[in-house]
C-alpha cells in the first residue's frame, strides 16, 4: 500500500508521514534523499534523525539521493524475503520526492553536458523507473513530497523547469498511490476520498 503525503513548507507533511508510519508497523526504512551540502543542512539533518530517534519505534536510515528506484526494488526483495518466514517487513518511509527530483535533474544535465533533449530523455528514464517502482512495492509505503507550484513564477529557467517537473511527478506518484494526503497548518486531508469523479456528473 503506497500513500503519499504531500504539502508546503513546514507545514508538518513530515512529522505527519512518520507518524503514520509509526501506525502502520513496527519499525521503519527512512530512505532520505537529501545532498548535505553545507553546514545549514547538516544541522537540518541532524535534527531530523535525532527527532526519528525518540519512541519505541525503530527506525533504520538509508541515504539514497539519486537511485530509489533501485533501492525501492531492493527494499521489495528483502521485505518478500521476510514475509516469506512469517517476519512484518518494515515501514518504508521516503522524504522526499521533491529533493530526489533535484538530484536528478542536476544530475542529468550534469552528464548530458548541457540542459536539453538528452538531459530531458535520461530524467523521463529515471521518473518512468521511480513510477514503477512505486506502483509495484507490495508492502507500506509511505512518500513525502512538496506542493511547489503554488507561488509566483520563478525567474529562471531551471526554476520554472523544476516547477512543471515537480508538479507532473506529484500527479503520476499521487494516481499509483493508494492514498494521498495534503497537509496544510498541520492538519492532513485525504485527497482521494474527497476527489471529484466523472462519473458523479
Known sequence: ??????????????????????????????MATSRIWDEEMAERVNRHQQSRGTGDFEWETVEEPLELAELLEKQARAAAAMASVGEQPPVVLVDCLTLWLTNALMAAEEQAGQAGTEADEQLHHQTEALIGAIAAYPYPLVIVTNEVGAGIVPAYPMGRKFRDEAGRLNQRVAAVCDKVFLVTAGIPIELKAAAFRWEQL
Not at 3 to 30: C, N
Request: cysteine-free; proline content about 0%; charged content about 20%.
Open 1 to 30: 500500500m503506497a500513500i503519499l503525503v504531500t504539502g508546503g513548507t513546514r507545514s508538518g507533511k513530515s512529522l505527519f508521514a512518520e507518524q503514520l508510519a509509526m501506525r502502520l508497523g513496527k519499525k521503519g526504512i527512512y
